[in-house]
């Protein structure tokens, strides 16, 4: 119906006008049925049901009873004009007429019941509405983002990729507003939990000690929730303990995650890569951390040569993390010239915020929020979300091409300069 919302607060479940004594008995008998009031099944039909409305909210569920009317489809009108989005209608009257029927279905109703009614028939129009209520709305469903994956991997250790995998994760589920889940895959020594105040709980070690465990329940048991929109799978396991796998709980957790979220973001430390290259087979982004050094200089060549090799079809995004302008060991552009690409994204060096992240228990990127500091991750959200999103709509296209590195990379606005550079090497 096409009122605007009046005010906030809780709808009444059902609210019923009828036209004579006989249909009220029988509308609040299936009311009672149905575990809703009776007393907000009133006497006067449509045209009370339209005077009610334009002064009170509108019910989950409305039945009005049509008898009296004389212009079915005008009084139909009249009534959605006071009546708020989202409410069923069901209608009842004594025409029986098959263009009518239709014209009243047209027009956003229901159901229309002829009269005499039984308690049966209304019982199970009434069961019918309320399936319609509970079952996903359409606007519900365009809303769904198809799932993107990607891994935060650091070229050297401590330069920051589980800072960064904590902070994407809370910006994507917050300010993306995407259902988000943070699988960090190192073991022994993750802080992913830490970071966000969190116990770990046992689900990664279980995942890893029984793989043929891992389905969709699972994951509903065993993901930590930081908040409605983040979960998280992390473990600090004992360190006389090696990790026993051989990485088949690791691609079965990433293959439910896909099922399960709108966003996976796995942070993989660079050893682990090693033994499980398939681990990023199937991820459409890599966020690459490095700090300015010599030695990462080095490893960053290394590493996107391997990811070049083993992945050509996903997006390298290049960040610099701890950068120190005129202090640090390499200047941005010696790094670069170095590496012989570009640094996509630069996050300086902040241990006032990063402390305060870590005294808070909060990611960092929630303690940039409102200062300067924040741009830097919108940017990298930008970057990942832009590429995500042609990802998606080239898989929708009829005539998709392969997930080519090449066609795809052409594709993205922004960073196609720096992409084209990187495709050329
Ligand atoms: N931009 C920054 N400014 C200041 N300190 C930072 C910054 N980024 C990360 N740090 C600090 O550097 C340390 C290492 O960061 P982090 O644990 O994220 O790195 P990592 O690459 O995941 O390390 P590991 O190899 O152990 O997995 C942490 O103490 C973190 O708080
Ligand atoms: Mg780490």
Partial sequence: MNAPFKAAGLREPFNAFVCDDDTLELIRAAANDMGWPIEKCNKGG???????????ASPNILFVDMSESGDPINDINALAEVCEPG??????????????????????????????????????????????????????MA?????????????????????????????????????????????????????????PGRGLIDAIDNPSRIDGLFIERAMVRASDKLSLLSAEAPIHQPVMTDGSAFF?????????????????????????????????????????????ARDTIRILSWFKQNVPGARVILVANKFQNAIGELSRKEFESSIERQIDVV??????LVSQSAKLGKSYAEICKGTKASQVWNQLMRFILDGADSEAEEASAPAAKGKSGASLLGKLSGIGGIMAKKGAK
Avoid: C
């Fill in 143 to 199: 809303d769904d983002k198809p799932h993107h994956m990607m891994a935060v991997v650091g070229v050297r250790g401590g330069v920051g990729a589980s800072l960064v995998s904590t902070s994407l994760a809370w910006a994507m589920s917050e300010q993306a507003d995407r259902q988000t889940a943070l699988l960090d895959l190192d073991i022994h020594f993750g802080t992913g939990a830490l970071t966000l105040d969190l116990e």
């Fill in 347 to 352: 996050i300086p060096f902040d241990p006032k």
């Fill in 252 to 296: 079965q957790l990433e293959e439910e995650l896909r099922n399960a979220f709108e966003m996976t973001i796995v942070d993989i430390p660079r050893h682990v890569l090693i033994p499980f290259p398939h681990l990023v087979s199937e991820v459409g982004t890599i966020v690459l951390v490095s700090d300015v050094t010599l030695a990462s």
């Fill in 87 to 140: 409410t069923v209608v069901i209608a009842a009257g004594q025409v029986n007429d098959v263009r009518l029927y239709r014209d009243l279905l047209s027009s956003g109703i229901q159901d229309y019941l002829l009269k005499p009614l039984s308690l049966d028939q209304v019982r199970e129009s009434l069961t019918m509405a309320q399936a319609m209520l509970s079952a996903p709305k359409h606007s519900d």
């Fill in 46 to 56: 449509l045209r009370n049901a339209v005077q009610s409305l334009s002064v009170s």
